[in-house]
């Protein structure tokens, strides 16, 4: 590892009038240390934000919430009132990582970890994402573990992050702070897909910094879950995953919210699969339609094609078992 400059940070102001090119904030560090044990990440400096007072989870007038950049995944997810209100949510973060890592790892620090392509991480590979114009090896290569919706030709990796995809499908925004103030950004426009330029990855300037993110008050999430199929039972990334937030009444989708996690670039909003159930039955071949809507774009690569069908079985499942049992316990 080369040798890097360190700072404490102990107030945003400091934290984003430090930062500059070839630094980088330092949250949980659970993802930034590895990638810089592999080489991946190579900062001259390392701002260490880890003792800000962004640890807080306040209720917004409009009945939302607003949750600190530095709150702990594992606090997140014991929050009685994002069980309440959000339990995909807390679902989706207990199904991430380890719980070592879920009481390092940080909210901000989740909306910005980078994939766990294996090419991304192996330096005698070709990956456009990590040297631009290389080529990429997932490529014809081993990518079960790949994109399947918005990749390009040039990367084909997939967003690591279970959080986010609960996050997709509540409208979450995102507020990011620099030098020049304060901005929000919606939570679905902040990972880009690959296009041509997938060293691109989100709508953040480098010199800013994530300071919160702000949930809005959504009815429907209160009956709502996250479901996680991923090679073994703990501790391994989707898959597929699905977000999904049902209101039933009288037999018929009163509302709808539904993400997909694994599946692409960026946490994936069911938007088509929420058009057709919108006012649809509430049954299993209603369901089975939604996801076959959202699933008409999916385009696989040459060993991952079993996800299509393994998406629409779980957005199928998932979406029945709310109707069934409701949100977990
Ligand atoms: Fe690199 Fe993306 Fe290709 Fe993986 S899929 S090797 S991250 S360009």
Request: aromatic share 4%; glycine share 8%.
């Amino acid at each position: 590892m080369k040798d890097f400059g360190y700072v404490a940070a102990t107030d945003v102001a400091t934290a984003v009038r430090e930062i500059r090119p070839g630094a980088k904030f330092l949250g949980g560090g659970t993802n930034l240390v590895d990638l810089m044990r592999e080489g991946i990440e190579a900062p001259d400096t390392v701002i260490d934000i880890s003792r800000l007072p962004l640890t807080g989870i306040e209720e917004l007038p409009d009945g939302g919430l607003r949750v600190g950049a530095l709150v702990r995944n594992s606090d997140l997810a014991a929050h009685p009132t994002i069980r309440a209100r959000y339990p995909m949510l807390a679902q989706a973060v207990l199904l991430g990582a380890s719980g070592q890592l879920r009481n390092m790892a940080t909210v901000g620090g989740n909306i910005l970890q980078r994939t766990r392509c294996l090419y991304f991480y192996d330096g005698t590979q070709p990956c456009n994402k990590r040297e631009p114009g290389s080529g990429c090896a997932a490529i014809g290569g081993f990518n079960r573990m790949h994109a399947i919706l918005g990749a390009s030709e040039s990367c084909i990796a997939t967003h690591p992050s279970d959080m986010c995809v609960a996050l997709a499908a509540l409208d979450a925004t995102v507020e990011v702070e620099s030098v020049r103030g304060t901005r929000r950004i919606p939570l679905r426009d902040v990972h880009a897909v690959p296009a041509d330029t997938p060293h691109v990855e989100t709508a953040l300037e480098p010199d800013e910094l994530i300071t919160a993110v702000e949930i809005p008050a959504v009815p429907v999430a209160a009956n709502s879950r996250y479901r996680k199929v991923r090679d073994r039972a703990s501790y391994a990334f989707a898959l597929v995953s699905v977000a999904a937030a049902l209101d039933v009444r009288d037999g018929q989708v009163a509302a709808v919210r539904l993400a997909l996690g694994g599946v692409a670039a960026r946490p994936w909003r069911a938007v088509e699969a929420e058009r057709v159930l919108t006012g649809a039955a509430a049954t299993e071949a209603e369901f089975r339609r939604a996801a076959d809507a959202e699933l008409a774009a999916a385009r696989p690569q040459s060993e991952n094609g079993f996800k299509i069908e393994l998406a629409r079985r779980t957005i199928t499942a998932t979406l029945l078992r709310l109707t069934t049992e409701g949100s977990p316990a």
